[in-house]
């Protein structure tokens, strides 16, 4: 299999989508014609033509509004957002509409769609090109929420969001669109959602990450194990539904551990995740769960770097917890 | 466009009306329509009007906490009912849109237990009263943000273009809705696609309380359709003959791939916005006592009359026929049974995720 | 049969009405869904429908009155040969009236636990600070945690305290099969507090030995003359007064003696005020009560304080205030025998004293020639956190130096 960057395993992923299901289409602006303004789309309009690979008017309410309609109707839309930021007009059409189809109409009609954003800072977007907002998505009963931070697992997540029967938001960690060069495995290679990976094994600690800070993560971690220190690191990589089982497993068997994501901090994904360590391991804990987020600004332009959980930050929260 | 076979103008200064109020054929083009159908209309239009008293008293009766009262736009709804071909073709109905569900076939019974929330209700009691949804005639199920309907409207006529089927898709609002973003992001879609949907405005002059010149400063709604490079129709929508030829009509070009149009059925609502308004306090009584004298039964009636296709005793007959079938309606969606608590964790997703599980023991 | 007609909720968030004007009077038919009466909320004014067809008997609410929705506002008698009932037993089956099986609301058990008896010096200590993982382990231990002392800041309780805690434990001892040999006593009061201390300042302290000897010829010479002239101010003269004096010289030149460790404030506390415990031998067991300032003091202030403290003592009647507040101790086991100890540092001081009898005993003196002198052993703990050997040494050889030249005092 192909040696691939993030993006360039999402374009072959929606391009092994569409041929193995014609119901599936990729909607979205600059999506056809350009391939994309990241290139996610690359390719696909050459290859399936406009029936397939629509340009829309630049509404992320008409977007996300026409991909529930067409996933009403029997097709298996992927609709693409420019940047996460840009989804709140669409919003509505996430929560009101495509979230709670299925529920309202007691079974009768459902919204199996996709909506995929690239997410995160880090590329000198500043407010509006750089933010994390999946504590929205996770906070709607009938979304589900994934978030890779590796171009196997964007592949073999977007591969089941959109076999799902249920809308499904995929944030894409953009910073590590190119960043990173992984070979994909053979096959169909599907990963299930709720499913998350160890991505190394310690005993000290467990730091637990997901998206673009979970490069910084391992950062931290590989500086443990210089100086004798060992981390388990958990990648979540699906957040609703969560492997809720193998964080408290992991947490439960050395007591400490620290929660690592770069949207701000107050009410974010990572304070359902100590909640639910608290509530759920208490008696193993010996630390409260730290959690290192972003600040709660809106993300500067300026103090892009600042602004996210860099390893010093991470380890100064790691220190807390070995101390405590 | 299609040019031979249309009839019917868009952007006409004044509403397109083919009865007068004293029953008078107005139109220059002769009229033929079967008179079963003629007499359905009759037959539709009083079973809504009689249904939106029923749901009324049992609302004052506490058995149904909402009802959003329809009297009025029963030539429109109903119209359009018949315009569309029932369980081919997909609708998005809008809250007040219980005359258009019950013409098109949906059982009375099933109507009164959503508004109950009994399990005769075929979206399992989910929501407030009149937010139904029935599969069975591709029709979306209603949902309270105003406007939001409208793209997913357009994404199915879109789809049944990409698909090359011959259905068309009815999505169907208040003014009001068209002041939301929304309705520009969808029709402006729509126009772009050339998708096979027409817009239905009911424009009953009032979004609650909020009359028509706070809501646009347009002269009227179908004049926006320009914008969208489709075809506007301003239509008396208490005419149902007018109503009927029009919609047929944008539904026929929709089908046969000449794209979308936008269809102004102008309508006066006679209830108040729901249970829950007070219309005494932004109307006064004459102008709603002005618009009953138009009653838009009453002016099908004197039609029927000059058509020789009705009279007292039959309407009478007519008339204890429906009260008697939607009494046992509402009886049957009463004695249904309220909907399970434990139905309130069923179909958040496809299969219960573990969480819900576990919050389902916690009842 | 009667039925009552209530006032339904009318729209949301409506919580009553007022009668406006009653269409049917007392005494009158009615059909079903007939108007009834009308009524005015603050939402909607509507007329109400009879849900009974019958005969009104009672209209329960006048017009012009204000009621509650859900409250009664009429009776009907329903006719006998009314449309069939609905099978609800004349409860209209409203989905929004509450229904007879609504949950009663369960009362909240509270689970008080037990309340802990915390020993005399713990009181103070409101809460105990300790990581969860702690607490459970204490709980499965079947360790106080009121009893460990906590590695963490502000004396928080880690998992770690507990395993040190329970390894110095006892292990318990399985039942004996020579029960009817043995005689179980009850650890309580004094004694519990003993324990707890004796153990505490065994764990907390690195308590090392220094032992020396003192020719104490000239003091027991000294005291001879000095026990007639306090006595006939009535007071009883022992060497402790003296050995008192003499141990503030040498603390005075040492003053490390004389300190205690703050851990919390990672300190070394030097006390420039000399307060000396002294311990006393009760029949409920040792205790410890502190003069006070005994550079200050002299001699016959002393014995006498001395003796007050130790009658106090032996009958119980000491005040926590008699027993704080010591810089350095003196243990006196000489009158009960033994060479030399090793004497248990009194926490948070630094060192403690041990005094043992004066005893005759043949010494090579300088020429070379044996003599019987009066000699005594000193033992002293010292907490080596604080204390080297040398220091200890140090000062040991200055006290000795004091007390085989007692005169060396008047300076």
Redesign the interface.
Known sequence: MATVTMVQAIARTLDEEMARDERVVVLGQDVGKRGGVFLATDKLFDKYGPDRVIDTPLSEAAIIGAAVGMAVYGLRPVAEIQFADYVYPGFDQLVSQAAKLRYRSGGQFHAPLVVRMPAGGGVKGGHHHSQSPEAHFVHTPGLKVVYPATPADARGLLKTAIRDDDPVVVLEPKRLYRAVKETLPDGDATIPLGQAVTRRQGGDLVMISYGGTMSETLKAAEALHQQGIEATVIDLRSLLPWDKEAVLEAVAQCGRVVLINEAPKHASFMSEVAATISEEVLDALEAPPLRVSGFDTPYPYAQDRDYLPGVNRILRAVQKVLDY | MITDSQRFQPFTPKPISLIGEGGEWLAPFAFKLPDELLQRFYRDMLASRLLDERLSTLQRLGKVSFIAPVAGHEAAQVALAHAVTAGVDWLFPYYRDSALVLALGIPAREIVAQSMATKADPNKGRQMPAHFGSKAINLFAVASPIASHLAPAVGTAISIKLTGSEQVVIASFGEGATSEGDFHAAINFAGVQGAPIVFVCQNNRYAISVDYHKQTAAENIAAKAVAYGMPGYLVDGMDVLASYFVLHEAIARARAGHGPALVELQVYRYGPHSSADDDARYRPREEVEAWRRRDPLKRLARFLERCGLISESWEAELRAELSEQLAQAAKEAEAAGPVPTDWLFDDVYAEPLPHLTAQRAEL | MMKEV?L?????SVVEGEIVKWLVAEGEAVQA?QPLVEVMTD???????S?YAGVLRQQLVKEGQVVAVQAPIALIEEAASAEPE?PDEGE??????PSADDDAVPTVQVRRAAKVALPPQATGVHRVLA??????LARELGVELAQVRGS?PHG?I??EDIRAFSQALPVAQAPSVHAEREERLPLRGLRRVIAKAMLASHQQTVRTLHVDEADVSGLVALRGKLKPLAEAQGVKLTYLPLIMKAVVVALRAYPILNASLDEAAGEIVIKRYYNLGVAVATEAGLVVPVIKDVDQKGILALAQELSALADKARDGKLAPEDIKGGSFSITNVGSLGGLFSFPIINVPEAAILGVHTIKKRPVVMPDDSIAAREMLYLSLSFDHRLIDGAEAANFTNHLISLLETPEALLL
């Open positions: 209530l339904p909720e009318l729209a949301e869904d939402k909607v004014t509507v007329e109400l429908p849900p609905e209209s089956l409203s989905l929004f009236k990581v969860p993982a702690a607490r459970k963490g928080r880690r998992v």
